[in-house]
């Protein structure tokens, strides 16, 4: 898969389709309230400034959702769809933003006159950037600590191929050139009362979901997690036979990562229907263009090394009279001759919430498996409470 940019045809093709709705429900169903209807108005002018800057006043990740947000939030509500199919939004998003990086068109960053207050943000992924982004926006004073040595968090775990990391740099330079920002990288904070007896009015927990879920079966220590995978595909490149266990993006994102590195065959092994699979239309069809099987109805019950290569032993499953999946009695078969099995079935959080006063948590690690956008949203909506709570007006410090 490559980044998912418009041509020039596509993109005045996209920009012509719009009905301009009145009610903009595109708007209303984007998680961070970015306007479709008014940044499409804006590029139809060809004002492509004036389009990136509306993007960017509600998302500062706007290019980065543009070439990965799914088609159920603005495109699912695009009353285009009645007619003939919505507008694509995201790809037209990104491509606005594309054009503004590469002409330098965006607008200069507004600084706010710092408020006095201070806010610690722990965790750079798409919450914490959201958290920084508000905050600032209000004049705080950001401390963000990272643990990794970029931003992006779990965007790092998306291909290159559609997500280059250039943009994601991008992006938060952009961001981090306020002088109310300060970073800290490779620095790794887990007692979060101590940054507040350290001076910080807040303390804002955007590390997201750090644990793997788990099949808990034998064998399983055979197999590589997605998100190791993912970080170092070319470490795992093979010409043999793969297999992905889930149905989600970052199964299709392993399927994809696999066959692009030249495996002789990919197959995913999904639990559910074909039709349970929460991808986008977009995936479904980059795992046809890849070639990708996909197993449906079916449960990995235990893997076993043989000489060289992995079998894994499957048995189907079906939905009983109460709509649960149970395990088909007397299914169970023996998949020889896989060189590479990835463990791809989304991820938790690794600790507990402690309610604290002042300490508040944000992303992955509140709603658990989300999209950057709706990650984004939940960062921007705890930095609105936090400067309700703590107040925005300049103190003596």
């Given at each position: 898969m490559k980044p998912h940019y418009l041509t020039k045809p596509q993109f005045a093709t996209e920009l012509e389709k719009c009905l301009k709705c009145p009610t903009k429900p595109c708007e209303k169903a984007c998680p961070v309230h970015c306007s479709p209807?008014?940044?499409?108005?804006?590029?139809?002018?060809?004002?492509?400034?004036?389009?990136?800057?509306l993007i960017a006043r509600q998302n500062p990740l706007g290019e980065v959702c543009g070439l990965i947000c799914p088609d159920k939030f603005c495109m699912n509500a695009c009353l285009r769809s009645h007619i003939d199919a919505p507008i694509r939004i995201p790809p037209v998003q990104a491509e606005i933003m594309r054009r503004a990086r590469e002409n330098?068109?965006?607008?200069?960053?507004?600084?706010?006159?710092?408020?006095?207050?201070?806010?610690?943000?722990?965790?750079?992924?798409?919450?914490?950037?959201?958290?920084?982004?508000?905050?600032?926006?209000?004049?705080?004073?950001?401390?963000?600590?990272?643990?990794?040595?970029?931003?992006?968090?779990?965007?790092?775990?998306?291909?290159?191929a559609r997500l280059p990391r250039e943009i994601i740099a991008h992006e938060w330079q952009y961001l981090a050139q306020n002088p109310l920002v300060e970073t800290h990288f490779k620095t790794t904070v887990a007692d979060y009362p101590a940054l507040l007896q350290q001076g910080f009015d807040a303390v804002i927990v955007a590390t997201g979901e750090q644990k793997s879920r788990s099949l808990g079966i034998t064998g399983e220590s055979l197999t590589i997690d997605y998100t190791e995978y993912l970080k170092n595909p070319e470490k795992y490149a093979t010409t043999g036979n793969v297999a992905v266990v889930g149905g989600g993006a970052a199964a299709v994102d392993c399927a994809n990562t696999a066959a692009e590195s030249g495996a002789a065959n990919?197959?995913?092994?999904?639990?559910?229907?074909?039709?349970?699979?929460?991808?986008?239309?977009?995936?479904?069809?980059?795992?046809l263009q890849n070639q990708v099987n996909i197993t449906t109805m079916t449960r990995v019950t235990m893997v076993v090394k043989s000489d060289d290569t992995l079998t894994a032993y499957t048995c189907k499953t079906q939905f009983n009279a109460d709509g649960r999946l149970e395990d088909v009695p007397q299914s169970e078969i023996a998949r020889g001759g896989f060189a590479l099995i990835v463990l791809a079935l989304g991820s938790t959080r690794a600790e507990d919430l402690q309610p604290t006063e002042n300490i508040f948590y944000a992303g992955d690690i509140v709603t658990g498996s989300s999209t950057a956008v709706e990650a984004l949203a939940s960062g921007k909506q705890i930095a609105q409470e936090v400067a309700k709570r703590i107040g925005t007006e300049r103190t003596n410090t």
């Open positions: 209807h008014d940044f499409i108005a804006a590029a139809q002018k060809d004002d492509i400034a004036q389009a990136a800057d330098n068109l965006r607008t200069p960053l507004q600084y706010a006159p710092f408020n006095g207050k201070r806010v610690a943000v722990i965790g750079l992924g798409p919450s914490g950037i959201a958290a920084v982004f508000e905050l600032t926006k209000l004049g705080f004073k950001v401390t963000a600590f990272e643990a990794a040595n970029t931003v992006g968090g779990a965007l790092n775990l998306i291909p290159m990919v197959e995913m092994f999904v639990r559910r229907r074909l039709s349970d699979m929460r991808i986008t239309v977009a995936e479904r069809y980059s795992l």
